[in-house]
């Protein structure tokens, strides 16, 4: 009868042990996945982020006396440039999308520039730039997703709380920062 007893706390001590070091991995290869995806989200950005200033010289020749304009959108490029967080950066990306807006905007009052080369490249660019975005966005929250539902899960949640595995944020437009764009000059 002892032996039974010995044999069936082993098997519980070693089914433990499996389990733990299962939830263990599986907490860090969907960790490492969240850690991915926003690692492709500021590859993406950073792309966008490099071709504003030669969209900016670009519309400066044709457009000079729009500096206030051109000014707005390097600011709010460099303030998504220094967003630490995926909120923080998601209300910059916001501003910077308002501010390219009205970029594009000009091209309308400035036909010389609507059928420069460069400029329409450059937009070009920066539209493809925002589908990236927008799909890189997509993956990362969708892995965030499956993250905190796992962390949250029973009985994972007990081996996350343990190890320090906690909540991440999305990565989308808060409050009023949802909507359209307004345009302005």
Not at 23 to 36: A, H, M, P, T
Not at 108 to 131: C, G, I, V
Request: proline share 3%; charged share 20%; net charge negative.
């Amino acid at each position: 009868m002892g032996i039974v007893i010995l044999i069936i706390v082993l098997v519980v001590v070693v089914g433990l042990g499996v389990w733990l070091v299962a939830s263990y991995n599986g907490l860090v290869k969907v960790k490492n996945r969240v850690e991915s995806a926003w690692a492709q989200i500021e590859v993406q950005l950073n792309r966008r982020h490099d071709l504003i200033p030669n969209l900016v010289a670009t519309v400066k020749g044709y457009a000079a006396h729009e500096g206030e304009t051109l000014e707005k959108v390097i600011s709010a490029r460099n303030r998504a440039v220094a967003a630490e967080t995926p909120g923080e950066q998601a209300q910059a990306e916001k501003e910077v999308s308002g501010a390219l807006a009205n970029v594009f905007a000009l091209s309308e009052a400035y036909p010389d520039l609507k059928a420069n080369q460069s400029f329409l490249a450059l937009q070009s660019e920066l539209t493809s730039s925002e589908d990236r975005v927008a799909y890189a966005r997509q993956y990362y929250n969708d892995t965030v997703n499956t993250y905190n539902t796992k962390i949250a899960s029973f009985p994972t949640v007990f081996m996350a709380r343990a190890a320090g595995f906690g909540e991440r944020e999305y990565f989308q437009a808060e409050g009023d920062a949802r909507g359209p764009v307004s345009v302005e000059f």
